[in-house]
Nanobody, 123 residues
Framework: VQLVESGGGWVQPGGSLRLSCSVS????????IGWFRQAPGKEREGIAY????????WYDASVRGRFTTSRDSAKNVMWLQMDNLNPEASAAYFC?????????????????WGQGTQVTVSS
């Protein structure tokens, strides 16, 4: 299983970016695609996830109302629309596939990870 993120870059405060996560395949045990970010000197944090078999999505309070995750099941692509970005959102963003229940994030364990894409929000 391979995941590839794209869509990162530089944006001014208040701007928007849309990240994509292309997934090579979904094992039968797949449960969710999670979105994570890690800023320099900080721990990685989970910010959203979406089920792989329906459209249920969950968001951390830090991004709720500004970020939206969606999926194109026909193309095996997940999206993270990020609006009204602020400098605190600057980080490396990762998508990951959760294929079993656990305590990692959102009640899942994420065993497959993309390489990450950098988002920089500054004026």
């Amino acid at each position: 299983v391979q995941l590839v993120e794209s869509g990162g870059g530089w944006v001014q405060p208040g701007g928007s970016l849309r990240l994509s996560c292309s997934v090579s395949e979904f094992p039968p045990s797949s449960k969710a695609i999670g979105w994570f970010r890690q800023a320099p000197g900080k721990e990685r944090e989970g910010i959203a996830y979406i089920h792989t078999d329906d459209d249920f999505a969950w968001y951390d309070a830090s991004v709720r109302g500004r970020f939206t995750t969606s999926r194109d099941s026909a193309k095996n692509v997940m999206w993270l629309q990020m609006d009204n970005l602020n400098p605190e959102a600057s980080a490396a963003y990762f998508c990951a596939l959760g294929d079993r229940y656990g305590k990692d994030f959102g009640g899942y364990e994420f065993d497959y990870w993309g390489q990450g894409t950098q988002v920089t929000v500054s004026s």
